[in-house]
């Protein structure tokens, strides 16, 4: 089972996000989408869960059309996606433990113990034991990513959603967020789709990697073909040159 | 035909149909957010945990504002009774003016406006930073209806506790203005009982009860409403709460007419 956009297009008001984005994320893979600050990613990401609904085109999941689920199916669905929050999204009133029980207790069948275990699991898997009786707001940013992280791997997804993981992290936080990210895929083999802007860390972590520009995909490859495209848009993007970004009018 | 408007009413007139389309819109949203917290009352497994805790919050921390505001409105409503009646109408008559004022307006109203500053202003400022930050799509993510778990307990517990509320505030304008009568007004006891129960009619606890309670349930929802919506950062946050006060003292005024016309 895997992730399927075809010809997702949004607008809000008069700005057009996406522009029909057809896209495959397949199972057992992580795939990166790249792209600049603005470009849609996130929109993208969110459509996946059924946060926002696209105007026009269909998303699949596990086999399912999000964009036909009534408001339950689409509930039962998200117990099988986890999400990774830009910065972390997590409760502020709550501590880390009872952050990560949120989720556990719409699981079914899930006994009181039994979540106690997949918590402390959880924060294992980021390396965070000894942190559950903490605030949010007792944690620096990188602790708090991994917080988010151990959230959405507490239900034990099929698949995990990763928005800007690494953006506001120095570059050794930066290196442990893509270790975890491809722990979770070794560990819970896991589908992963990250939405990003690093190119270091697109590159560590993804078997393929997008490029979202002008509402479309404007590339799809893997790590080693995007490095050597010679699509002026994409080596724009990868260099950093701006100029090369924009297209003559036709 | 369609007749175009130029030159200096094309600005006015562009304005005038932006705001129509955005009230027409606005409406629209809010009709959907009502229709989205019937839909959540039946997810009871959701909201019926974060009931009691929000009676707490908006009902039991509510209290001192609003005895504090009756206290001084009783004692205000016997003296300016006093001066308006002396000489021409029995002092007792303090006891009716106060009882029925209190009862019939002033404790509701005023309880209901100063709760919508706390209380609205409280839910909106929470629940537009939830939006903002993300928190609220977190949820979602989590496999929680957000309505159901953010917005119908603070809806019911406003509903629940505003009336108890509004009743303590009563009971506390009464008392105070009966201490006033007492100590400065060389009124007896009986004298001003005798004015309360003159023209006492149990309906009378009941209309103050459900005017609270429909301020309650306008005040939660407006909060709730602007809060969820918000757009933004910060500066969204504080234009919500905002909005969420002004339409909520709006509302309850209207509230306040419109029962007195249905209900008197």
């Not at chain 1, 996130?42 to 999941?61: A, E, F, H, N, Y």
């Not at chain 2, 606005?26 to 009709?31: E, L, V, Y």
Request: proline share 4%.
């Amino acid at each position: 089972m895997s992730i399927v956009l075809d010809g997702v297009a949004k607008r809000f008001g008069t700005a057009v996000v996406l522009n029909g984005v057809s896209l495959e994320a397949r199972d057992g893979e992580t795939l990166a989408v790249i792209g600049a600050s603005g470009v849609g990613k996130s929109v993208l990401l969110k459509s996946v869960v059924g946060l926002i609904r696209p105007d026009v085109g269909t998303i699949q999941v596990d086999g399912e059309l999000v964009t036909e689920l009534r408001r339950q199916d689409l509930y039962n669905l998200r117990r099988r996606v986890g999400y990774v929050f830009q910065f972390a999204a997590l409760f502020d009133s709550m501590t880390v433990e009872e952050n990560l029980a949120m989720g556990l207790s719409r699981v079914p069948g899930l006994s009181l113990a039994e979540r106690r275990e997949r918590v402390a699991e959880s924060l294992r898997l980021v390396d965070l034991e000894g942190f559950g009786a903490q605030m949010p707001g007792e944690l620096s940013g990188g602790q708090r990513k991994r917080v988010g992280l151990a959230r959405a791997v507490a239900i034990r997804p099929k698949y995990l959603l990763y928005d800007e993981p690494t953006t506001g992290l120095d570059p050794v936080t930066k290196t442990v967020i893509d270790r975890l990210i491809l722990r979770m895929r070794e560990e819970l083999g896991v589908t992963s789709v990250v939405v990003t802007h690093d190119m270091t860390s697109a590159y560590r972590i993804a078997d393929r990697i997008a490029m979202l520009h002008a509402g479309r995909i404007r590339y799809l490859g893997t790590p080693d073909q995007i490095r050597a495209s010679d699509d002026p848009v994409v080596r724009g993007f990868i260099d950093g040159r701006p100029e090369l970004m924009q297209e003559p009018v036709t | 035909m369609m007749k175009v408007i130029t030159g200096a009413w094309r600005a006015p007139a562009a304005w005038v149909g932006r705001s129509a389309v955005g009230t027409a819109a606005g409406m629209g949203r809010f009709g959907q957010f009502l229709a989205g917290i019937g839909h959540a009352l039946t997810d009871v497994r959701t909201w019926g945990p974060a009931l009691v805790a929000q009676m707490g919050r908006i009902g039991v921390a509510s209290l001192p504002i609003a005895l504090f505001i009756a206290a001084f409105t009783g004692i205000v409503l016997a003296l300016q009774a006093s001066y308006t009646f002396t000489g021409a109408i029995p002092k007792y008559f303090v006891g009716v003016l106060v009882g029925k004022t209190m009862l019939l307006e002033l404790g509701p109203v005023l309880t209901g406006l100063a709760l919508a500053g706390r209380v609205g202003a409280n839910i909106a400022a929470e629940l537009g930073t939830m939006r903002v930050t993300e928190q609220i799509d977190a949820l979602e993510t989590l496999g929680y209806d957000p309505l159901a778990h953010l917005v119908v307990p603070k809806v019911m517990a406003a509903l629940i506790m505003f009336p108890v509320v509004v009743a303590f505030a009563n009971a506390m304008g009464i008392v105070a203005a009966w201490a006033t009568a007492l100590n400065l007004l060389d009124m007896t006891t009986p004298e001003f009982v005798r004015g309360l129960r003159l023209f006492f009619v149990p309906f009378d606890v009941t209309y103050s009860l459900i005017k609270a309670a429909s301020f309650g349930l306008a005040v939660a929802t407006i909060g709730c409403f602007f809060g969820f919506t918000t757009w933004g950062g910060a500066q969204a946050v504080g234009r919500s709460t905002t909005q969420a006060v002004v339409l909520s003292s709006m509302v309850i005024l209207v509230l306040d007419a419109f029962w007195a016309v249905t209900l008197l």
